[in-house]
């Protein structure tokens, strides 16, 4: 039985012997709580079937576990300073493969082909959160790639992903998590369980892939809609996609805007951030009748 390594002391002793600060720039703040680590990889339903995506491993705390869990691990580190770390701690792990390179710049489709055999692969992280709507985006745009996303966020960040038309935090992140997922919190995590300790208080999330798609839309359109609604949420939705923007190739003119949102029963002053993705969904397919490709492959947010 190996050394349970998030705990308070066995953290501070690791980071004393290799000389190693928590980096900022890297948002790193080790879990030093194994029954959080542990609520996190039951949530995600970890098994010896799967191969599990960890996005920053650390000094290794929680990949010791998902080890044990997992048929193989797959870490993608950014901070090679870790290296001699890793080598130590993670020394009998001989199912974890360590990439030492950004996650946004990681291709992940080739990873889940390469390491997962082409089958979907489970995300489990700690996410550093100066970087957490980039990595989830990154994630979200995948097809096929992932069947779960299991993630500690910060609490805002959460209240975001799960919040609904009408309020302030809603946004392009909510969307694309809900259109993949139907979000779940599964608990609040306080600055306590973390060296050093982060300002705000975190919350792990569940997302499970949805069978299938949970609304019909042209996907390209639809987030390029979304992207147009969100990038200037003070105007309503038909200035914002008539000024400049193109779906798809098409510039759209104020009176078309306002013709389609007529069709689904939307007054021509609604702003995009009253839109439920049921109702962009809608708008995606009428608007993608008039664009040159309504493809079904999902635009960069
Ligand atoms: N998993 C560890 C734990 O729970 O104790 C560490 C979590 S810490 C919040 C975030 C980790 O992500 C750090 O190890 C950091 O170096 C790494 N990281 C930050 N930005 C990254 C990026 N763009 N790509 C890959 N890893 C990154």
Redesign the pocket.
Known sequence: MREILATPGATRYILEKYGIRARKK??????IDANVIRNIIDAAQITEEDCVLE?????G??TQLLSEAAGKVIC????ESLRPVLAETLEDCDNVRILWQ???KTDLKAVCNEYGGGRPLKVVA???YY?TTPILMHLLEQKNVFSSITVMVQKEVADRIRSGPGNKEYGALSLAVQYFALPEAVMTVPPSCFIPRPGVDSCVLHLKAHEKPPVECGERVMFALIRAAFNQRRKTLANAVSHGYSLEGRQFTREEVTAALEEIGLPPTVRGEALSLEQFAALSLIMGQNTDHNTEEKDTL
């Open positions: 890297y948002g790193q703040n080790f879990l996005i920053g491993p650390g000094i705390s929680m993608v580190e950014i901070d950004d996650i946004l700690n996410l550093p970087v």
